[in-house]
């Protein structure tokens, strides 16, 4: 029995996987898991139930029901209360196990130019580090959200952002949490970042004021018709209520 036991080093790449795959294809048959399975050394049918074990775990599912499967080991509890307070080490220890495992460089992993390396190894660690970062925020937020914008409905990743509902540069601590993004198309993105619209801790969209009284044809194609609808809400790491009120703290003045 001893020799099944999932360790350490599998588990942190079976967690970094629960947050890069849609919830609803966490199953054996997925190329991810399937790819996944060969670099850890188990099998699809084991590593499919062991994201759905992690399910049991994330708040935001337990909050609409979802219950997950409740066999998780001791070792799966603590890897994941280590993480869900702590993304970024998730994001860049993962991501170095698998350069590891894989015996390949970040560098080429994330396709960051040599061009763009600074001399100073300091910041070439830094360079590194961001670029995982982003790459894996970007890649948790628009699985959870089904690559949808959550206000639109648009499909197009290329017009698709990983925003912020608390900036990056004012809370650190919270800048790779998955419940402080929404999915968002360029457009709205921008608008959401300046407050010409807001989400409510219930999750319904309010435009602000200024736009509203803009007698305009685009803003009511664009803004308008979406005001007071609910958002397209991700199949899991559901925005954070109170980010949301404090976003709607923040811009309250233009509402």
């Known amino acids: 029995m001893a020799k099944n036991l999932w360790n350490r080093e599998q588990l942190i790449?079976?967690?970094k996987l629960y947050c890069e795959l849609p919830f609803g294809k966490m199953h054996r048959g997925n190329p991810n898991i399937i790819s996944m399975a060969k670099v850890i050394g188990r099998t699809p049918s084991a590593v499919a139930r062991k994201l759905?074990?992690?399910a049991s775990f994330d708040p935001s599912l337990q909050e609409r029901?979802?219950?997950?499967?409740t066999h998780a080991s001791k070792l799966d509890k603590e890897i994941w209360d280590e993480f869900y307070n702590d993304w970024e080490s998730l994001a860049f220890k993962s991501a170095k196990l698998l350069a590891n495992i894989e015996n390949k460089s970040l560098e080429k992993i994330y396709n960051i130019p040599e061009e763009e390396f600074p001399k100073d190894g300091k910041e070439k660690e830094r360079l590194v580090k961001t670029r995982v970062n982003q790459s894996f925020f970007r890649t948790n937020i628009l699985t959870s959200y089904n690559f949808t914008c959550c206000i639109t409905g648009l499909m197009n990743t290329k017009l698709l952002i990983a925003g912020h509902i608390i900036p990056w540069s004012e809370d650190k601590s919270n800048r790779l949490n998955p419940r402080n993004g929404l999915c968002l198309?360029?457009?709205h993105d921008r608008a959401f970042e300046?407050?010409?619209i807001?989400?409510?801790p219930d999750y319904t969209i309010?435009?602000?004021k200024s736009l509203?009284?803009?007698e305009d044809e685009s803003v009511e194609k664009y803004f308008l018709k979406y005001d007071n609808k609910e958002i397209i809400l991700p199949s899991r790491f559901l925005p954070d209520k109170k980010f949301l009120i404090y976003h709607n703290e923040k811009f309250k003045d233009q509402y």
């Open 13 to 15: 790449l079976a967690v």
């Open 52 to 54: 759905v074990n992690f």
């Open 65 to 69: 029901g979802i219950k997950g499967l």
């Open 185 to 187: 198309n360029a457009l």
């Open 194 to 196: 300046y407050g010409l």
């Open 198 to 200: 807001t989400i409510t």
């Open 206 to 208: 309010h435009v602000s």
């Open 212 to 214: 509203k009284e803009k």
